[in-house]
Antibody
Framework: QVTLKESGPVLVKPTETLTLTCTVS??????????VSWIRQPPGKAPEWLAH???????SYSTSLKSRLSISRDTSKSQVVLHMTNMNPVDTATYYC???????????WGQGTLVTVSS | DIVMTQAPLSLSVTPGQSASISCKSS???????????LYWYLQKPGQSPQLLFY???SRFSGVPDRFSGSGSGTDFTLKISRVEAEDVGVYYC????????FGPGTKVDIK
């Protein structure tokens, strides 16, 4: 059974760095042609893709947020970590991680974690 | 970046009737590998998005055959025949040919 679970702070202050962890089970982060993406969704808005890490450790980032994002993985812990710097109230959103299949579909999603940016 | 648009943005449907959602991309989603990287997701109230279709029309596991996906290039359609109460939520299309981007969503509710 494939599961993903996001963890991290519920509240961050403006200018701080957000660190989120996605812990996966039911598949390996080394599985060929699999990957994990981070997606966020501000309240009442559409999802926005942020970053992706492939099974070969190749990474890709949203064009508009690239300068603020960093994605990495710890295969021994089955975890994918996202760092987002210089947080702003407009970054308030539910942050999801999702497994990316060999067809590039986000086939399994975590439950999401709501992050509020406020002083 | 590729921009995805959807129409309509909201839809109210009588149970048992059909519904159709259009999705357009600002660039062709047909890759040189022959695949078209267009996906459909449904986000039910209070839940995470769930995959319905990949590569236009390949149904994900457990998706009822009342749902169908079609289209090519830059124009795509999701059709729900015989809408049921459990189909309410927001439907998103997404492209995966150049990074990933979602459409604005189409909210479907029951009359």
């Amino acid at each position: 059974q494939v599961t993903l679970k996001e963890s991290g702070p519920v509240l961050v202050k403006p200018t701080e760095t957000l660190t989120l962890t996605c812990t996966v089970s039911g598949f390996s982060l080394r599985s060929a042609r699999m990957g994990v993406s981070w997606i966020r969704q501000p309240p009442g808005k559409a999802p926005e893709w942020l970053a992706h890490i492939f099974s070969n450790d190749e990474k890709s980032y949203s064009t508009s947020l690239k300068s603020r994002l960093s994605i990495s993985r710890d295969t021994s812990k089955s975890q994918v970590v996202l760092h987002m710097t210089n947080m702003n109230p407009v970054d308030t959103a539910t942050y999801y991680c999702a497994r990316v299949s060999s067809t590039l579909a986000f086939d399994y999603w975590g439950q999401g974690t709501l992050v509020t940016v406020s002083s | 970046d590729i921009v995805m648009t959807q129409a309509p943005l909201s839809l109210s449907v009588t149970p048992g009737q059909s519904a159709s959602i259009s999705c357009k991309s600002s660039q062709s989603l047909l890759h040189s590998d022959g695949r078209t990287y267009l996906y459909w997701y449904l986000q039910k109230p209070g839940q995470s998005p769930q995959l319905l279709f990949y590569e236009i029309s390949s149904r994900f596991s457990g998706v009822p055959d009342r749902f169908s996906g079609s289209g090519s290039g830059t124009d795509f359609t999701l059709k729900i025949s015989r809408v049921e109460a459990e189909d309410v939520g927001v439907y998103y299309c997404m492209q995966g040919i150049h990074l990933f981007s979602f459409g604005p969503g189409t909210k479907v509710d029951i009359k």
